[in-house]
């Protein structure tokens, strides 16, 4: 006896709420953790031999991710997922931190990276940091076609808002 009334979903594909770039930001921070600074520094010169603007850059740079990301947090707490793809129960929030930026949790990871490439004067970070900027750019776009089909709104605010660093970018 089966009932005909009651439909099973169909299952989710696969990918389709953003899973692999998930995967994708994990190793890519993954990887900027593990690479090594290049070029190598002497001992004498690093990080003893720091200059105080190099501290000076890092502190800035990571306090500044660090309040860009826990206002972010806090302020989408309710709807907070790893994945870029909206919940169900969205709701835009335009106020807070992210009436200065779109994507705060993601500028408060570039300028972390930001903060350590130019503390240890590795190139091989800074050029991580350009592909994490690629990434973050291309990540963003495909969250902001879904916000903007949950929410028409968005459109307006996008073009008013900063994407990652407030007054900057």
């Known amino acids: 006896m089966t009932n005909t009334d009651t439909q099973t979903p169909a299952p989710r594909q696969s990918g389709k709420r953003g899973e692999y770039l998930v995967v994708l930001q994990f190793i890519l921070m993954a990887t900027f953790v ?60 335009t106020t807070g931190v992210y009436g200065l930026v779109r994507h705060p949790l993601y500028g408060s990871q570039l300028l972390a990276a930001l ?9 091989s970070h800074l050029l991580l940091l350009l592909v994490a900027v690629i990434f973050f750019s291309f990540k963003a776009s495909k969250e902001e076609r879904w ?4 929410h028409p709104e968005y459109a307006d605010y996008a073009k008013k808002t ?8």
Do not use: M
Not at 64 to 71: P, Q, Y
Not at 115 to 123: H, N, R, Y
Not at 147 to 150: I, S
């Open 34 to 93: 593990a690479t090594p600074v290049w070029p190598e520094h002497t001992e004498a010169a690093f990080p003893p031999g720091a200059t105080p603007l190099r501290w000076a850059v890092i502190a800035v740079c990571w306090s500044a991710a660090l309040l860009l990301g826990g206002l972010g947090s806090h302020h989408i707490r309710e709807y907070l997922t790893p994945l870029p793809y909206p919940v169900d129960h969205n709701q835009l929030v």
């Open 115 to 123: 903060g350590w490439a130019v503390f240890s004067t590795s190139l």
């Open 162 to 169: 900063r994407k990652f660093i407030p007054w900057i970018y």
């Open 147 to 150: 916000l903007t089909e949950k």
